[in-house]
């Protein structure tokens, strides 16, 4: 399979090392921040399939791009809500193939079954205060994490209308998850839920211990998008749907 990696960042060169570590691939195209000119239809056509590891706004006309050059993307871009559902939409309407997810790590996305089936159970007890937290690498710029959005809208969605919506650093009114987000060096990703009552502490945990983990399961998405039309997440490449 031929990769084109769309961002040569610290993920993309992570991408790159597990697919020569695997040599089962090819990366054919490579493009970073002083290679933008190379970002071409017709370069992206000599790929099979593109890997987006940008930002959030290079993200929906990266895909736009890849839908014109009818090759399949798997985006791992966050912050860009609005712009993947409008690629979404375009995605289902003309058959193209997109793969997005906030994290490719399959201990985080086994996390977020965790995490929604805690969310459950703890409907009833209303004596606990829910908190969360996520620590990353200083040079990460947006905040909270998509991967600790998508914590919070799976716990909103499993919480029985007790919480509305989540808010960084400070919660507003009970109903709010406040987040808060922290930067340290060389943090490559840890998040917490925190349920606390005046008699106990409930935590669950996810801490990466590197970008790996980040990267295999991009080219796991890649592998699996291949040669298929439709919208994908991690929830199908791991059969939880």
């Known amino acids: 399979m031929k990769i084109a990696l769309l961002g040569y960042g610290k993920m993309g060169k992570a991408i790159e090392e597990v ?12 493009i970073g921040s ?9 370069n992206l056509r ?13 993200a929906y006309s990266n ?12 985006v791992g871009t966050t912050s860009w809500a609005e712009g ?19 994290n490719f790590s399959i201990g985080v996305n086994l996390f977020f079954h965790l995490n929604t089936y805690l969310a459950k159970l703890m409907r009833p007890f209303n ?11 200083t040079e990460k710029k947006d905040a909270p994490s998509g991967t600790a959005i998508k914590l919070a809208n799976d716990i909103i969605a499993s919480s029985s209308n007790r919480y509305s919506s989540w808010s960084l650093d400070k919660a507003l009114s009970e109903d709010i998850i406040p987040i808060t987000a922290i930067r ?24 990466a211990k590197g970008r790996k983990g980040f990267a ?26």
């Not at 697919?19 to 490579?30: A, D, M, T, W």
């Not at 002083?34 to 017709?42: C, F, P």
């Not at 979404?88 to 906030?102: D, T, V």
């Not at 592998?223 to 059969?239: S, V």
């Open 19 to 30: 697919v020569l570590e695997e040599g089962r691939h090819e990366i054919v195209l490579k």
């Open 34 to 42: 002083s290679h933008q000119g190379q970002l071409t239809v017709s």
């Open 46 to 58: 000599m790929a099979d399939v593109a890997i987006d590891f940008t930002q959030p706004e290079s």
């Open 63 to 74: 895909v736009m791009l890849c839908f014109e050059a009818n090759i399949p993307i798997v």
């Open 84 to 102: 993947l559902e409008k690629a979404k939409k375009i995605c289902l309407e003309n058959n193209h193939s997109l793969f997005a997810s906030p």
């Open 127 to 137: 004596e606990y205060q829910l908190t969360m937290a996520e620590i990353h690498h």
């Open 184 to 207: 340290e060096l060389h943090v490559p990703g840890t998040h917490h839920v925190n349920y606390t009552s005046e008699i106990d502490y409930i935590q669950i945990s996810h801490e």
């Open 216 to 241: 295999v399961g991009a080219v796991r998405a890649a592998e699996f998008i291949y040669g298929k039309k439709g919208f994908f997440t991690m929830e199908d490449l791991l059969n939880f749907n």
